[in-house]
């Protein structure tokens, strides 16, 4: 019962990764902790997202109240995506 209500492990990854994009400012992979992520990415902590690789038509949509999409974040990546 409690499982058809609780979120999936996979689920609550999800939702701590949003936490660390909002706390840490950047568009970061997932932040495992020094000793995973030097295990991972050969680094203490986790690259950028190379957004020079993405190749479809794109739309970055924003509310003017969304207190998850931080300025400096967007502008960002919206200068990367106009690089491409």
């Known amino acids: 019962m409690i499982t ?3 979120p999936t492990a ?3 990854k999800a939702w701590n990764h949003i936490v660390q994009l909002v706390a840490s ?3 970061a ?3 495992y902790g020094r000793q ?3 295990h991972v990415y050969g680094s203490l902590s986790p690259p950028d997202y190379n ?3 993405v190749r479809a038509p794109t739309a970055i949509v924003v509310g003017k109240n969304d207190f998850l999409a931080h300025r400096e974040v967007l502008n960002y990546i919206i200068r990367i995506f106009c690089k491409i």
């Open 25 to 27: 400012r950047r568009f």
């Open 10 to 12: 996979s689920g609550f």
């Open 36 to 38: 995973r992520n030097l």
């Open 51 to 53: 957004l020079t690789n």
């Open 4 to 6: 058809s209500v609780a």
């Open 29 to 31: 992979q997932y932040d």
